[in-house]
């Protein structure tokens, strides 16, 4: 057991930035985990500057000595250019023709281990994977050859590599400045089991003499060795503590998000709780069994996280405001008085860009088994809609180019999802009920309609591959224009319904919206009698009847203490009454004779 002020010391040391900046979260579903046999990997694209929209690379062939020009993902910066190959697959997404499937999360790792000469940075490393592979395992060789020859220009990621036959984690980090290549370690997920990453390295030992489950780099462990990250025995080599080392961030931060979605799966994984926590160093395993097989609807809501229903609930405490808002603003690490303190960081983030749930299915032809359920913006607030890997163009609102983060238009998806969500967000447990029961309806719709579609594609399929493909394009697409125009339509009516601090009934009659007792209190509590409401009369005999008639009132309900300080204060109002006088004797003597009686009795 590892001291907690001992982990709790480490957490303004941060390996990279891009922990923070960067945050993603993947989820791996294999065959055996599924309750249809499909593969599942979910990706969440989180950054402050990251647009939402849906990418399509068109199949293609290339003449000989054609060259494929590369522009870093993140920044668009030109990083050199590489031979193209022959022949491209068709590209939606993240996902390919073939129902190969990619996503990422960035660990950081090891700073001195970055080379800014590399040509290959993670994002150019994916959808080149992507067009050039029919596998998982051609992906994992297509990657790992590509930055051997070119150079790998980004930090330490985690890549979730799947087909519809199998899963993979893969992480690599670069060798250093100048240094073509990187040193990596894929290892394939059990089937029957789950795993995840958050942008900390997940990969701990791993076996040396298993290809069929495990693949590395040949000089993984001996350039550790060489630079001074690890002594010892090869057997023992741990990958993560080697090239990035844990601290309190990587693991309340990132972990955390890994352990939530592990936890919904499998109640067994709250015994890691104090590892999250920063009390513990036992990690977690890379990968679990899941108590019960999971559909693609369950992932959806895996991905649909704020920590809801641990100790870390953010829909609770003061920062979640009057109407238990589960978001908290920016810095993630803040100082107060000298200490440093941190919010929690849940899979459900305003920064999201886009994030989706694959599905990838042997048992079908890859024209209909791959579908790559797509949204945009924040998980807890998107509709997850389904997109054919092998469509052929994308539908126009969710498009590469409509918009971007530095220009607004009603035409983007994107920002019709960011209204909904940031118009929620202040008065998130007010408009909740109303954003999910569009957003169920709308993917219960998709999922209700699924089989119906594929089996009417599987039907085309037989006579026309064209026709199949067409018909699934034009099935996604529609399905896009449904979900941009009904989400549009949700924050129309959310501005209409709840305006002004009131919310409208069905005939747009206001209520008071208000605040909770718990919040009450705390005004209270703040404000003493600041706000407390005061009666002024100025009839004073008007005064004097209203008070005396309440104090007559008590006294009847033989409440005498409260009685007698209505008297009084009817005194102050008249003082040359003599009724509330009399009363007050009475009430005396009556209270005296109780507190006799209480001596005598006790």
Known sequence: MVKKIFLAALLTALILPTQVGNSCTNFIVTKGASVDGSVMITYTADSFGFYGELYHYPASVYQNGAWLEIYEWDTGKFLGKIPQAAVTYNVIGNMNEHQVV?????????????????????????????????????AIKIMTELVNEFGYYSSGESFSIADANEA????????????????????????GYISGHANQSRITTFPLNDSENCLYAPDVISFAKEKGYFSGKDSEFDFSAAYAPLDFGAIRFCDARVWSLFRRCNPGMDKYISYVKGESLERMPLYIKPESKLSVHDVMGLMRDHYQGTEFDMTEGVAAGPYHMPYRWRPLVWEYNGETYFNERPISTPQTGFSFVSQARAHLPREVGGVLWFGVDDTYFTVYTPMYASMTKTPYNFSHGVGSMSQFTWDAAFWVFNFVANYS???FSIVIDDVKKVQNELEGKYLAQQENIEESALALLKNSRGEAIEYLTNHSIKSAELTYTTWKKLGENLILKYMDGVAKDEFFKPKNIGYSDEVKKMIVGESGDKLKMKEIFTDHTAAYNETVKKADQLLNEKKYSEAK?????????????????????KINSILSSIEELHKNTF
């Open 102 to 138: 990619i996503g990422e999360t960035t660990f950081g790792g090891r700073e001195e281990l970055v080379n800014s000469k590399g040509m290959i940075d993670y994002g150019s490393l994916m959808y080149i994977a992507l067009q050039r592979s029919k596998t998982a395992r051609e």
């Open 425 to 427: 967000y202040p008065r």
């Open 168 to 191: 993979w984690i893969m992480e690599m980090i670069g060798k250093g400045e100048g240094n073509n290549g990187a040193v990596w370690v894929a290892v394939r997920i059990p089937d």
């Open 565 to 585: 300080s209505l008297y009084e204060k009817a005194l102050e109002i008249k003082p040359n009454e003599e009724y509330p006088k009399e009363k007050i004797d």
